[in-house]
Structures are given as structure tokens and as C-alpha cells.
């Protein structure tokens, strides 16, 4: 897999104005989001989604958590530690999610070589979630049978998987967002927007991916569509941590912070320091 | 469920004066709380058992769960996660304590409209729990069958569970903590006690509530009785909460300034900060 | 179980000169380090590990764990919370990682009187992991068949274990940390090292031990032998929580200032911050 060549891309104010409006739309609403996720990373996935003003609720037990994905206003499901019975919560709330149109985001944690998770991960893939997250490695790996990277490290590149993204949203899911030094999105509609927000920090904390997926799961319940809540959740998430970096001494003390940026942050601190642009959508480039 | 009528309550300096000579009396004991908790909140309810002078040990497996339960010192049953194995452990560890003379703390989180959790509460209540602690919509849904909130979010306010508790205490459980704006206790005699300490950041973090079920089953070691441990546990949590939000820029930064504050609170803070006060017993008013 | 006698020891420049080093190597290696650890501590092991310069994979699920184990740098093995999936999958991982030939730790929180952890950790025993680590009474528990502590405290002095450890070492496994307020090594030639750094504060949080044996599993990977990997890990650990203890005000916030230390800690920090000193070794003392 190479990386593709550098695409020119545009500044697009317009999304990052609705990312901000948004933003107060999720506060005003404070959505309930399902989260069906790994152990290492459900306390800061709880208070990720606490500090952007959502509600989590972390139903992950076998005959609740399909019911549970009916009322919820959103669900990840994420396949990081992937137990028996976190397995078939997983597949029931994904099934009734899909079943009852509550959007839902799936991430496919260190899929690729692990057999369980990968097998999950397709099987999930197949109920046709509202957004895909993931690593390049990841990504290409669930979409495009490619071998995978060695856990939740990304050793491909953000645009490795730029193709094989516009290949599948429509087909298989409804947006695509792939994590990476500038994050790479494809809307409904083939669009690819990178937001170039973030931080190195965020890579040195474990669930910094993890629950980047549960605050697209919750910008899901206020938005239009699958790209639109995919691009805020990005923006916003990103956006904070690279504030939050400013004011930490390291991946200890960043943690904290992070989740005061991602409380206080408000929709002018978006206009203000989202970094989002967009490529021509010109067909299989 | 409407809320009940105001009623005039008197400032209660015994039950303050109380409390703080159990935080020393914690602190000189040390003891061994059992949690048979959520997998979101093992981390930091074991942190503030330990900031608070207690030793936590998280024995939720079968066959170990019972025997441990009858040399802990305390147990907290919590039914955020029920997994079966989680399942199993809490009926044994419940079942031992009570045949032991542990003191033990049911959190019914979520109880309600999800199956699993409802069933297993409804289990543990039947063992007679020295204290329950819950949500005005917890505690309302597992006494009186009410449909329940949308997850740990209290629909209810406390005030709506008072008669229920009122009428709970001595045939159900021996007291009864209701969490709110305002907590609502009711000691094993009927009287109610509020406590106002506290802070709105409780409600942006996880495991807030969580932790202080872990905290009355510690002071339940050292309280004459359950509406004293109660009582005393209620105090401590969110007197320190309230002190750490002043220093706190927000959810983020709370929660190691929270910690510090339980490590370092004094008797002398307890008296000089507690606001406690109980309406008279007359009845079921 | 007595205390031995005092034992004259001299500096040790060597084992500091050689701990600097490798936390230089570790950090250009990035190992790869699995975890199969119990849930209440999953997320500030992967932490540690991150901010050490590892990349941490919690691969505890059955089917995966075996194979992962055979192409992850190191390994770690912890008895905190046995459920029954997560034994399998732990035993499925010492096995495979003792045949690959990874380097692997076994950290047998609270065995003695817990039936179903003290029967797992001697299985794990049998299949001979490079370094075993924990406190005294875990230790003593493990090699002696002593009854154990009640929990994760330690009831037994770290000396209590030295002359079981020595005896162990080569026999059962290839070194031994024992955690206390002076660490007790013992090195495959039966040498016995104490670390003289850390603070008290590691003792009034949850993880601090749990992580150590996560650092030790990354030193693994680049060290020489057991015994180096074991002293490098107790080396920056106690010394990264020594460092930030003073910078902290409680337990709470010594937790985010420990990862930033951690992360930033560099070679002349050790060789100006170790205190780490030899016995001879002289038979059976």
C-alpha cells in the first residue's frame, strides 16, 4: 500500500461553522450515548463524553444492550477488549441500532492479525455502521483485508487508506474517519476533509482514539448526517487537546486538562482554531 | 412521583461532630473494603478508598467473592456492569456478608427499565443491605417498582424518594442515601437527614456516586450504625468535592484535586464545613 | 517468617550506569509490551507504559492472547482480577510466551488465601516467567506456600522474602522484585539488589505495584537478563514517583505528575537520582 499523492485542498469555513453550531447543538441536547467499549479505556470514555456535555451510559451486558441501543441517541461499539459477552452486546446493540436508526460508530480496535477482534469487526461491519473510526492500519485492514498494524499503533499512514475510504462509504458505512497526524474524513458523499487540529500528546495516552469515537457517536444525535458529526467530533476533540498540550507538562498532567478544554471549549474557540479543508470530489482520484 | 412537601429541618452539630471523629476513627482502622463494582469505575473508587485511609481489594470472582466477603471489613455491591461473572460474585459476596455481619452497601445504577441489573438488584435487596445508596430514580425504581431513569441520570429528585425510603428503612435495608443537589438520608429510625455540601462538577465526572457507595461501606466498619455511616460517608465525599472544586478548572483537573482533598481533610474541616440537618421523625409524614 | 538479619551492602554504580542506558534503549525500541492485567488498573498500566516509551497492547481475550504473546517484546501476567476468561487467556500467553521465548512477568496480586488467584499463579509458576514481582506476603505466598496477605498490602517485610527469593531464583524463575519501602531484587546469579528510591505516596494509590510489573516487562525486551530488566524497571519507576511525590499535593495529583516524570525522566536523572546497592553474594546467608 503506497500513500497517495498530495491532493489540494481548500479551507472550509462552512464546515467548521456548523462544527461550532453543533457544539451547542450537543450541549442543548446532552444525548444519551451507548457505549459498548473496551475495559482499558470506559472511565475516560465516560468522562469524554461527560466533559462535551453528552450522557454516557456504558451498557455493554448481554439482553440490555440491544434494547438499551433503541432509545439511546447514539452508540460506539468498540472492539479493544473483545470478551464473550462484550462480543454479543456488541453485535445486539449494533443490530438494534441499525434496526431502529440510532446512528452508531465502530472501531475497530488493533483489527488485522488478532482473529476474534477481526472476525467481530467484520460481522459488525456488515450491519452497516453510521460512521467507521479508526487508524490507517485499522481501517485498511477491516475494508481492504490488509494485514494490520501490531496493536493500536498505526504503522500506515493516514493517506494509505484515502482510496480504499472513498471505495467504501456508501457501500459499507456511512462516513469514514481516520485518525492520523492531520485527520482524514470521507463524507456520505466521497468528500475527504482533513482537519490538521491535534497533538502529539495524544498519542501517548492510552484512549485518546477510543473516545474520539464515542464524541462522533454523540455529535451523531444532532447532526445531518454521518460526515457532519464525523468532521465535529474531530474538530472538536482534536482542537481541545492541542489547547490542552499548550498548558500540560506531559501525557500526565495533559489528561486532565483535556477534559477541562473539552468542558469550557466554546463554538468561537472552534471558528477560531479548527484547521479544516477539503479536497475536489473528482471521482477515484 | 411528585415532589414531597418542604419540610422544616434543624441544623444537626451532633451528627457533624459525629462524623468527624469517624474520619479518624477510618483513618486509625484502615479497612478492607471489598468492591464488587463497574469495570468504568474500579480505578477511581479504589483511589478514593485509599485517599480516604481505607484498603481496597476489587474480589469480584466466583468462589472468591463470598469467602472474602466474610473477612472484609465492608463490601460495596454495585450493578453498573453486571456481567454474569460480576453477577455471580455479587449474589455470593452479598449473601456471605450478610450471614458474616459485613456491612454492605447495594448501588442499584441503572435499575429500572434494563432487565439484567433490575433482576439482580431486586436479588440483592432481598439479602438486606445495610445501606442503599442510589439516585432519587434508582432508589424509587428498586423500592417501589418506578420505571426508572435513562441510566445513571437521576430523573427523580431526591425529595420524590423520601416516603418511599421512609417506609424501606428497617423492612428493606437499615438506611437509605439518596444522592441529589441536596443529599436525603434516612437512618435506620426514619429520620431524615439533608446534606448540602457538594458540588455540580460531581454530576460531569464518572463514578462520583460510585465512589461514595465505596465510602459508606468504609465508614460502615466504623459507625455504630448504617444511618451514621451513612451519614458520615455523605459528609466526607462531598465536603471534599466542594472544597476541590474551588481549585478546579474544571471536570478534568477535579478529580486528582478531589483526591488530594480526601487524603488531607481534617476532623476540624468536617466541623467547620459540613452543612447537615435533619427533619424530626414524626411519622409518615 | 522472621526478619533476616541486616546485611552490609555496597553501591552500586554499575547497575545506575546500566539503568540509564537502557532506558535509552527502550525508548529508541518502542517494545511492544502485552498486558494481561486485572481491570481496575488496565488503563494506568497502559499509561506508564506509554509514558516509558513502550506501546502497551491489553491483548487478554482467548485465541488471541497465545499468539500475540509469541510476537509481542514482553509480556505481563497479573492475578488482580482472575475472571475466567482472563485466566484462560493468561495462561495461553505465559505458555506460548515461555515457548517464543518473550519475556514475561508474573505479578500474583493478593495470592495466599484467595483460592482461585493462588491456584492460577501457581500454574503460571510452573511454566517458569522471567521475573516474578510483587510484594512480600505475594512472594512469600507464591514460593513458600505462606498464607498470604490480606490484599494488595503488603503484610510481610520485603526481607522476610529474601532468603525464599534467593532460593528461588534459577529454580522457578530467572529474578525476583519484591516491592517495600526498600525494593529487594534478586538478580539469576542469586545476587540481591535494593532500590533505596520511591515515596510513600505509591502505597495510597492503585496501580503503582500493577504498573511496575508492566515497566519491568518493557526492560525485558532490551535488557541482558532478568535481573537487569527487573533493577532498570524498579530504578525509573521508584525514581519518576520519588521526583514527582514532591511536586504533588496528595494522592491525586501525584498520579499526573508521575506519567510526566516518567516521560521526561532522562539518563542523568538516574545516574544523579539511584540509590541502588549490592549484597555479595555468599551462599545462603
Known amino acids: 500500500m503506497h500513500a497517495a499523492a498530495p491532493v489540494p485542498t481548500t479551507a472550509a469555513p462552512d464546515l467548521v461553522r456548523r462544527t461550532a453550531d453543533l457544539l451547542e447543538a450537543l450541549r442543548a441536547r446532552a444525548p444519551l450515548v451507548q457505549c459498548v467499549t473496551n475495559t482499558v479505556v470506559q472511565n475516560v470514555t465516560?468522562?469524554?463524553?461527560?466533559?462535551?456535555?453528552?450522557?454516557?451510559?456504558?451498557?455493554?451486558?448481554?439482553?440490555?444492550?440491544?434494547?438499551?441501543?433503541?432509545?439511546?441517541?447514539?452508540?460506539?461499539?468498540?472492539?479493544?477488549?473483545?470478551?464473550?459477552?462484550?462480543?454479543?452486546?456488541?453485535?445486539?446493540?449494533?443490530?438494534?441500532?441499525?434496526?431502529?436508526?440510532?446512528?452508531?460508530?465502530?472501531?475497530?480496535?488493533?483489527?488485522?492479525?488478532?482473529?476474534?477482534?477481526?472476525?467481530?469487526?467484520?460481522?459488525?461491519?456488515?450491519?452497516?455502521?453510521?460512521?467507521?473510526?479508526?487508524?490507517?492500519?485499522?481501517?485498511?485492514?477491516?475494508?481492504?483485508?490488509?494485514?494490520?498494524?501490531?496493536?493500536?499503533?498505526?504503522?500506515?499512514?493516514?493517506?494509505?487508506?484515502?482510496?480504499?475510504?472513498?471505495?467504501?462509504?456508501g457501500r459499507h458505512v456511512g462516513a469514514i474517519a481516520v485518525s492520523g497526524p492531520v485527520d482524514l474524513l470521507v463524507t456520505p458523499d466521497g468528500t475527504v476533509v482533513r482537519v490538521a487540529n491535534g497533538t502529539e500528546v495524544l498519542t501517548r495516552i492510552t484512549g485518546g482514539g477510543c473516545a474520539l469515537g464515542a464524541a462522533v457517536a454523540a455529535f451523531a444525535s444532532v447532526a445531518a448526517d454521518a460526515g457532519e458529526a464525523a468532521v465535529a467530533a474531530t474538530v472538536v476533540h482534536t482542537l481541545a487537546a492541542e489547547l490542552a498540550a499548550r498548558d500540560a507538562g506531559g501525557p500526565g498532567t495533559f489528561q486532565p486538562v483535556f477534559l477541562d478544554r473539552l468542558a469550557t471549549l466554546t463554538p468561537d474557540d472552534v471558528v477560531r482554531g479548527a484547521r479544516v479543508a477539503t479536497e475536489a470530489s473528482d471521482g477515484d482520484r
Open 46 to 169: 465516560a468522562n469524554v463524553l461527560l466533559a462535551l456535555g453528552a450522557s454516557p451510559a456504558m451498557v455493554d451486558v448481554r439482553t440490555e444492550a440491544g434494547p438499551f441501543a433503541r432509545v439511546a441517541d447514539g452508540l460506539l461499539v468498540n472492539t479493544g477488549t473483545p470478551h464473550e459477552e462484550a462480543r454479543d452486546a456488541a453485535v445486539e446493540a449494533a443490530t438494534a441500532a441499525t434496526d431502529a436508526g440510532t446512528p452508531w460508530v465502530l472501531d475497530p480496535v488493533a483489527v488485522g492479525a488478532l482473529p476474534v477482534r477481526t472476525a467481530l469487526a467484520r460481522e459488525l461491519l456488515a450491519l452497516r455502521p453510521t460512521v467507521l473510526r479508526g487508524n490507517a492500519s485499522e481501517v485498511l485492514a477491516l475494508l481492504d483485508g490488509a494485514a494490520g498494524g501490531r496493536g493500536t499503533d498505526a504503522t500506515a499512514d493516514a493517506d494509505d487508506a484515502r482510496s480504499v475510504a472513498r471505495a467504501s462509504v
